[in-house]
């Protein structure tokens, strides 16, 4: 509504800002959110894969393989970064693994940890279905990896937002009043 949209402080990205976290976390939900909110255009890596491929992500992960997988992502975020005005960028849970997507990130972007308690993200991967990773067993995968990847996101993240329970907006909103606090 306009009325309470001019009441909301003015936000400019001033870099990329980078989701991140854990298959479920809700990157893309909250991405798209996000970028509405601050005017700018939000970049999914999984989605401009799957586009630039014609295949979907279980499909290239079962044609070509998952180090396959793993260069086109890279490919695809660093591509992203070189964009000269910012954007919101949703990047796939595993991109963050490789150090020179780290480094590029560090380099370009703040970067946001969407992170999310093993309960909830289990509630949403459901099956794990069209997420290869978590293919036979979703709830022990999940587990190893929240383990594995936890040090990473914190690591590399310039802000952490815990998601359980919450609503997108309320997501948003904390993303975007913590930006304003992130000083370079
Ligand atoms: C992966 C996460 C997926 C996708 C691929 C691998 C991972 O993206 O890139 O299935 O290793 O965590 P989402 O995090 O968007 O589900």
């Known amino acids: 509504m306009r009325s309470s949209n001019r009441r909301r402080p003015a936000v400019s990205l001033t870099r990329h800002l980078g989701l991140v976290g854990m298959m479920g976390s809700g990157k893309t939900t909250v991405g798209h959110a996000l970028a509405r909110?601050?005017?700018?255009?939000?970049?999914?890596?999984?989605?401009?894969?799957?586009s630039a491929v014609g295949l979907s992500v279980a499909e290239?992960?079962?044609?070509?393989?998952?180090a396959?997988?793993?260069?086109?992502?890279s490919e695809i975020l660093s591509d992203c970064l070189r964009r000269e005005s910012p954007v919101v960028i949703s990047l796939g849970g595993g991109a963050v693994l490789?150090?020179?997507?780290?480094?590029?990130?560090r380099s370009w972007a703040d970067v946001v940890w969407l992170r999310a308690s093993l309960a909830t993200l289990t509630l949403r991967v459901g099956s794990g279905s069209g997420r290869p990773i978590l293919a036979g067993d979703p709830v022990g995968?999940?587990?190893?990896?929240?383990?594995?990847?936890?040090?990473?996101?914190t690591e590399v993240a310039t802000l952490i937002v815990d998601v359980d329970d919450r609503p997108t907006r309320s997501v948003?909103?904390?993303?975007?009043?913590?930006?304003?606090?992130v000083r370079r």
Do not use: C, Q
Not at 60 to 66: P, V
Not at 141 to 153: A, D, K, M, N, Q
């Open 37 to 50: 909110r601050l005017g700018r255009p939000m970049i999914d890596t999984d989605a401009e894969i799957v």
């Open 60 to 66: 290239i992960f079962s044609t070509h393989g998952e």
């Open 68 to 73: 396959w997988f793993r260069a086109k992502e």
């Open 98 to 105: 490789a150090e020179h997507n780290r480094a590029l990130l």
């Open 141 to 153: 995968v999940l587990t190893r990896l929240i383990e594995v990847r936890g040090p990473i996101y």
């Open 172 to 181: 948003v909103a904390e993303v975007v009043r913590l930006m304003a606090t």
